[in-house]
């Protein structure tokens, strides 16, 4: 993979996350998600999807918006932990945790910060839902997917969930979730598996 069209694909990512942000409302900026990704899943060269599921790629499956999924929570103070993610395409990554968030109705996630040069919040979750199977991110600020905040508080909101490259394309290798972001309730939002 040609790793300017990568940095291109972090750089629209980002900009479709300050789309989201500037959105007059979460449903609108979900609307505008959607959109992003599809055009981006279907036309960009650094594309997770293979060439042969292009041809016939019409969008990804997402459920309709539901803002009571939305949360602005405080992070809460949790035990360190390190843990290390050995991936074939970024080598080891190392994760710090750095507090928990509890989501009403859905459980406690861990909060981990890379803990690597430049830094930045990683929120993966794992449910027994039609989510990808090893998991989805709901925040990776690294590679701009972020909800921002709200009176101080951090903005999770599962219906924009989404797997990882690696659930697309093998080529990738992706940190998945540890025991503390996997949930025992389905969450019905965001990507889902058709």
Not at 26 to 42: Q, T
Not at 111 to 121: F, H, I, K, N, S
Not at 134 to 141: A, F, M, N, P, S
Request: some cysteine; hydrophobic content about 40%.
């Amino acid at each position: 993979m040609n790793r300017l069209d990568v940095l291109d694909w972090r750089r629209r990512v980002g900009a479709l996350y300050a789309d989201v942000r500037a959105a007059p409302d979460p449903a609108a900026g979900h609307a505008r998600w959607r959109a992003g990704r599809d055009e981006l899943f279907a036309t960009h060269p650094a594309s997770p999807l293979l060439p042969a599921d292009r041809a016939g790629f019409t969008g990804l499956t997402v459920a309709a918006y539901d803002p009571a999924l939305r949360f602005a929570v405080a992070v809460q103070d949790a035990p360190p932990e390190r843990r290390e993610s050995v991936t074939g395409t970024d080598g080891t990554v190392a994760f710090e945790r750095i507090g928990r968030v509890d989501l009403p109705g859905v459980g406690s996630l861990d909060v981990w910060w890379l803990d690597q040069y430049g830094g930045g919040l990683f929120l993966p979750l794992k449910d027994p839902g039609r989510g990808y199977g090893g998991g989805r991110y709901l925040l990776d600020t690294v590679k701009g997917a972020d909800l921002g905040a709200q009176d101080g508080r951090l903005v999770i909101d599962l219906n924009f969930a989404y797997p990882p490259s690696c659930a697309y394309d093998p080529a990738w290798a992706c940190p998945l979730p540890s025991p503390g972001n996997t949930v025992g309730v389905a969450v019905e939002a965001g990507e889902l598996v058709a």
